[in-house]
C-alpha cells in the first residue's frame, strides 16, 4: 500500500540496510541502529496526536557546518516506503541514557529524509571501518531541490508518525547571512586615528609627568609645588630711589686718611684730585686740585655739560634730501649727524635710536616719482679743518674716530655694530655712494654742491635726541659724535662750526653758568688733542652740580643726564673691563665714571655711593704714567671712597 501523500519520504544512508546492519554488528559499533517497523497507513487515519509536554526527545544532530559540501548529485526518484519495510536510525554515540520514563513517555523525534542512494564518499567496501566509528554520524543537507526532511516521532511501540509542522505560511528559516565586510580604507583610517591619538594621548601624558613641565603648570604632582600656603607678595617700588639725605657725613680727614696709600702709587705719575660732598658743596680731600692736566676724553664732560646748559635736550640732528639745479637731481644736505645707520630697520648699531639711510631712500623714491638720475651732497655745514690741533696724524682715520664732516653713515665705521672699527678716510663720500647705489642712480660727476634757497624737500630724517646723544657719547666715548655736538653747540651759540668754535664756545657757556674755567684750554670736543688742559676741580664742580638734591641749584636739573650717561664700573661702556683687581673689586656696580685715556694720560672722574649710603664726586687725573698699570691704579682710588666710613 503506498505511503500517504503527507508522509514523508523514508531518508537512508545505506543503499542496503540488510547489509549495513550486518556490518555495523561486525564491526561493534557503540552506536544502535533501531528496526522500526512503518505501520501501514490506513486510508483517511489522522495521526495519533501525542501530547509533547515533559517528554524528552532526541534529535539527530546535522551535518557540521565546517563539513565540505558533497558533489550534488542529479536528482533521482526516490523510491516510497512500503508497510513492510524497516528503516535504521543512527542514534549519535555516547548519547546519555534516558531516565526512567514510562512507554508512554519515552518518545523520540527522529527527523526522516527521502530514501536515496548515499553520498560517494559514504559508500565503503565490507573491508573499510564505518565512519560513524571515529565520530558521531554526519548528515548531508539535502541538494537544493530535494524535499527536505520532515522530523517523525518515534513511539515506543515502534510507530512513528510525523510532527506537527508549523503553517505553510510561515516561511522556511533562512541560513544566516554573512555580514558585509567593512572597507579597508575605512578600517584603515579608522586604525590609523586611534593609533594617532594613543600617541598623542602617552605624548600628554608624559610630557606632563616631566617635572619641568608639571612645576611650569603647577600641577598637583609637581616637585616644586608649594608645599604650604602661598606668602603674601612683597611690596615692590620700581621707582629709582635717591640716596639718604640722613647719611652719615664723612669727614675730611678720613678721606684723606684713606685715600693716602692708594693715591701715592707711583703707578700714576703726576696726579691730582678732588673728592666733593655733592649734597652739601664740601670738599673733603684736594690734592692739587686746580692743577691744569691734559683731560684726554674727560674732555666730553665739558662739552655735554655745555650743550646741556645751553641747547634744548630735545635737539635732534637733521639729514634732508632737496631737489637740485636740474629736476633729475637730488642733493643730500648733510646736518651733522654721524649716527646716520646703514643697517636696515629694526637692527641697531652702536646708536641705540639713530635714523635709517634706507627710510631716507624711501621718501625720497616716493616724492620723486623715479625721476631722480644723480645725487650729489652739501658739506657747507661744517668749515674749517676735518681733524684739530694735538691730533696725531693716525687720529682719523683711526679706530677711535674719522675726520670730522657733517655726513656719514655709522661714524664712518666699516662694522656699524662695533665701537672700535676702522673708519673710513672719507666718510662723506661713503655716504653719498651708497645712498645713490640704494636709490638705483649714479653719484654726480661734481659730487659736492651748495643746495638752492627754497629747494623742494624729497626727504628727511632726524637723529635721537640730544640727552640721548649725550648718554651715548658718554658710555662708549664716542669722538665723532662729541665733535658733532660740538659743532652743534658753536651753531646754537652763533658761531663757526670749527674744533675752535665748538671748543670756545663750551668754555664760554660754562663759565656764564658759573664754572671756574680758570686757566682751561680746549681744541676739540673729544678729548683727542694732548693740548687741552682741564683741572680736576673744574671737573668735579660740573658733576656735583649734576649730582646735587633736587631743588638745591637750577642748573642741577639741566645737568642731571650726565650721570645717565656715566659707564658703570665692571658693568658698561669703557668700564665694563675694570675694576678686576683685589683692589678695586669693591667699586663694581657702586662707580660711575667718565674715564680719559691717551698716551701718558689717564683720568677718571664720577660718582661713588659709599657703604654709609652718601654720594661721593670724585675726579683724579694723572700725567706721565702707562695706561696699563695707571687705570687699575686709579680703580683702586675710588673703591677706596667705595668702602670709606670715613666719619
Known amino acids: 500500500m503506498p505511503p500517504h501523500e503527507d508522509e514523508p519520504l523514508w531518508p537512508s544512508d545505506d543503499s542496503d540496510t540488510t547489509d549495513a546492519t550486518a556490518d555495523a554488528k561486525s564491526e561493534g559499533e557503540s552506536g544502535a541502529t533501531a528496526q522500526l517497523p512503518v505501520p501501514p497507513a490506513e486510508a483517511n487515519e489522522q495521526p495519533k496526536q501525542v501530547s509533547l509536554a515533559n517528554q524528552q526527545t532526541l534529535w539527530v544532530p546535522l551535518p557540521s557546518p565546517q ?18 519495510q524497516t528503516v535504521q536510525v543512527r542514534l549519535p554515540p555516547q548519547q546519555p541514557k534516558a531516565p526512567d520514563l514510562s512507554a508512554a ?52 511501540s515502534g510507530e512513528v508518525h510525523p510532527v506537527v509542522q508549523p503553517s505553510e505560511e510561515q516561511p522556511p528559516p533562512q541560513p544566516p547571512q554573512p555580514e558585509p565586510e567593512a572597507k579597508p580604507k575605512r578600517k584603515r583610517k579608522g586604525l590609523i586615528f586611534s593609533g594617532v591619538t594613543v600617541v598623542v594621548v602617552i605624548a600628554v601624558g608624559v610630557a606632563l609627568a616631566m617635572p619641568y613641565v608639571s612645576n611650569r603648570l603647577g600641577l598637583p604632582w609637581a616637585p616644586n609645588l608649594p608645599k604650604g600656603d602661598s606668602p603674601e607678595p612683597a611690596a615692590v617700588t620700581l621707582a629709582l630711589q635717591p640716596p639718604s ?116 631712500v624711501a621718501q625720497v623714491k616716493q616724492a620723486s616719482g623715479g625721476a631722480i638720475k644723480q645725487v650729489q651732497i652739501d658739506l657747507s655745514m661744517y668749515t674749517g679743518p676735518t681733524s684739530a690741533q694735538g691730533w696725531a696724524p693716525d687720529d682719523a682715520p683711526s679706530i677711535s674716530a674719522a675726520p670730522v664732516v657733517p655726513a656719514m653713515l655709522d661714524g664712518g665705521r666699516q662694522d656699524p ?75 646754537g651759540a652763533g658761531a663757526p662750526a670749527t674744533f675752535a668754535g665748538g671748543a670756545q664756545t663750551a668754555l664760554n657757556v660754562l663759565a656764564q653758568n658759573g664754572f671756574d674755567t680758570s686757566g682751561a684750554v680746549l681744541n676739540d670736543g673729544s678729548g683727542l688733542s694732548t693740548l687741552n688742559k682741564v683741572s680736576p676741580a673744574l671737573l668735579a664742580q660740573l658733576l656735583s652740580v649734576a649730582a646735587a638734591p633736587t ?50 694720560v689717564n683720568t677718571l672722574a664720577g660718582v661713588v655711593l659709599d657703604k654709609d649710603g652718601r654720594v661721593l664726586v670724585f675726579a683724579v687725573m694723572s700725567n706721565g704714567s702707562d695706561a696699563t698699570v695707571a687705570r687699575p691704579a686709579l680703580d683702586a682710588v675710588a673703591a677706596t671712597l667705595r668702602g670709606c666710613g670715613c666719619g
Open 417 to 491: 655694530t662695533a665701537d672700535y672699527s676702522m673708519r673710513s678716510a672719507n666718510p662723506a663720500l661713503s655716504m653719498l655712494q651708497e645712498f645713490a647705489q640704494r636709490l638705483g642712480v649714479s653719484v654726480a660727476p661734481t659730487t659736492t654742491a651748495t643746495a638752492p634757497q627754497g629747494a623742494k624737500v624729497l626727504g628727511e630724517v632726524k637723529s635721537a635726541p640730544l640727552t640721548e646723544l649725550i648718554n651715548n657719547l658718554l658710555n662708549i666715548s664716542d669722538d665723532n659724535l662729541a665733535e658733532a655736538i660740538a659743532r652743534r653747540l658753536a651753531i
Open 105 to 156: 513517555e519515552q518518545t523520540q523525534i527522529v527527523p526522516l529524509r527521502p530514501v536515496g542512494p548515499p553520498p560517494p564518499q559514504q559508500q565503503r567496501s565490507s573491508q573499510q571501518q564505518a565512519p560513524w566509528q571515529k565520530q558521531p554520524p554526519q548528515y548531508p543537507i539535502p541538494p537544493a531541490g530535494g524535499m527536505p526532511a520532515q522530523p517523525m516521532r518515534i513511539e515506543p
Open 67 to 84: 563539513q565540505k559540501p558533497q558533489r550534488e548529485q542529479q536528482p533521482q526518484q526516490q523510491p516510497r516506503i512500503s508497510a513492510d
Open 551 to 600: 631743588g638745591k641749584d637750577a642748573r642741577t636739573e639741566k645737568l642731571r643726564p650726565l650721570l645717565e650717561g656715566l659707564p658703570v664700573a665692571g658693568g658698561s661702556g669703557t668700564l665694563a673691563d675694570r675694576f678686576d683687581a683685589a683692589d678695586a673689586t669693591a667699586g663694581r656696580g657702586w662707580i660711575r665714571a667718565k674715564t680719559g685715556t691717551l698716551s701718558g
Open 245 to 360: 639725605s640722613s647719611a652719615p657725613t664723612p669727614s675730611g680727614a678720613g678721606v684723606a686718611a684713606a685715600l693716602s696709600g692708594p693715591v701715592s702709587n707711583p703707578a700714576l705719575g703726576t696726579v691730582a684730585g678732588t673728592v666733593v660732598d655733592p649734597a652739601t658743596g664740601t670738599t673733603l680731600w684736594n690734592h692739587n686740585s686746580n692743577q691744569l692736566l691734559t683731560p684726554a676724553s674727560a674732555t666730553k664732560l665739558l662739552i655735554s655739560a655745555a650743550s646741556l646748559l645751553k641747547l634744548d635736550h630735545a635737539t635732534q640732528l637733521t639729514t634732508k634730501v632737496v631737489q637740485g639745479s636740474s629736476p633729475d637731481t637730488a642733493i643730500v644736505v648733510a646736518g651733522g649727524d654721524p649716527t646716520l645707520s646703514s643697517l636696515p630697520a629694526g637692527k641697531e648699531s652702536v646708536y641705540p635710536g639713530a635714523a635709517h639711510l634706507d627710510d631716507l
